[in-house]
């Protein structure tokens, strides 16, 4: 039996009963992303150095070359940046299959992707129909074949905040995976994205959380039954792990976009950014019944939280009514004096019951049997 005890984003018990009814429904069902239409739709899968501006070239490449960019996600790690961004034709509305028209688009982004950069940084794009994945666990594929882990700068220093350990429980042949780190939204499914990536296979998982603090204990094994064999491959799992934390964890402001969509829409917005000196580290893009809901996560160009005045200044060019600073929802409250310290507490016994086979659904778990 697997237990979960959940709250909503503010840390609050969980009443709403559709979400209640909807959890319960998706537990045994297949599930491949948010809802959106991705169907007819063209993905396009790339990967790079990041570089300030970066975005905004890229979606002016799309809009110069008519692509219409419906929904897309960009992430950015230790100088390297994936995104996944599905487009239709901004004319027809339809799917871009024409393979001359494919070629094109890659080519002009692979072009802005390398910039000035040498051989060994060079973009990666792929461009596909098929729109059967889920994004996020398809960012963290393209992160880690692009071993942006490995990768890192004086500002992307191993942290405190992030602390990995991994050792081996010869009696019983299992490797015991420790994870410490800030709290936050999708953590437990980020990790367990990059240990499904590296072929680890959860036996057994405790997953604490206490205020804004997450522990996470994790017993496993390779998919051939074996635990971690060499120091240099636990190594490696510590460095996966902790660009699997780091990857979302939040890093700017972040920025709110609501208009009605229209061609050129995104090139606009983020050549504003640009031009004011703002770097965007994180985006998700979505259109619903021809309104477009973007979010922004920027910085200067330093990598440090933009001054308060030149996000005002931003939002007076884009249109202040359009373009919203927003909090990120406080996932735990501290309690007032006397009161106990909330602790939330979530035993997985054996992963291979109820939420095992949705993890399974997920593509996250292949049978090991």
Not at 244 to 266: C, F, M, N, S, Y
Not at 296 to 319: C, M, Q, W
Request: proline share 2%; glycine share 6%; charged share 25%.
């Amino acid at each position: 039996m697997d237990v979960f005890h959940v709250t909503d984003l503010n840390g609050n018990k969980l009443n709403d009963q559709s979400v209640l009814r909807y959890i319960e429904q998706s537990i045994e069902t297949v599930y491949y992303g948010e809802n959106i239409e991705v169907n007819g739709l063209t993905a396009l899968e790339l990967t790079g150095t990041d570089r300030i501006g970066l975005l905004s070239e890229m979606f002016a490449v799309l809009s110069d070359l008519n692509c219409d960019v419906v929904d897309a996600k960009l992430w950015t790690h230790n100088g390297r940046v994936a995104s996944v961004i599905y487009l239709k034709d901004c004319i027809s509305g339809a799917p871009i299959l024409d393979s001359h028209r494919i070629s094109k688009i890659e080519g002009r982004l692979k072009n802005v992707l390398n910039g000035d950069n040498d051989v060994n940084s060079a973009a990666k794009t792929c461009v596909t129909v098929d729109s059967m994945m889920h994004i996020e666990r398809r960012l963290h594929q393209l992160m880690f074949e692009d071993r942006d882990y490995e990768r890192r700068s004086k500002k992307h220093e191993r942290s405190p905040m992030v602390v990995v350990t991994v050792q081996n429980w010869a009696e019983r042949g299992y490797s015991v995976v420790n994870v410490h780190c800030r709290d936050r939204t999708k953590l437990l499914f980020d990790v367990v994205c990059t240990l499904t990536d590296m072929e680890y296979a959860v036996f057994h998982a405790t997953i604490n959380t206490a205020e804004d603090q997450a522990h996470l204990e994790f017993y496993i094994r390779h998919k051939d039954g074996s635990p971690i064999s060499s120091e240099a491959e636990r190594q490696r799992v510590i460095q996966c792990l902790e660009a699997a934390v780091e990857r979302r964890a939040l890093e700017g402001v972040r920025l709110e976009l609501r208009h009605p969509d229209k061609q050129g829409l995104l090139a606009e917005v983020t050549r504003t950014f640009r031009e004011n000196g703002l770097n965007v580290t994180r985006t998700e893009i979505s259109t619903s019944s021809d309104m477009a809901t973007n979010i922004f996560y920027v910085t200067d160009a330093n990598g440090d939280e933009p001054d308060f005045k030149l996000i005002e200044s931003v939002r007076e060019k884009i249109g202040l009514e359009c373009l919203r600073v927003k909090e990120m929802p406080t996932m735990y409250h501290k309690k007032g004096d006397g009161e106990e310290q909330q602790q939330t507490k979530a035993v997985l016994v054996s992963l291979g019951s109820l939420v095992w086979r949705n993890l399974f659904n997920f593509g996250l778990i292949k049978s090991c049997s």
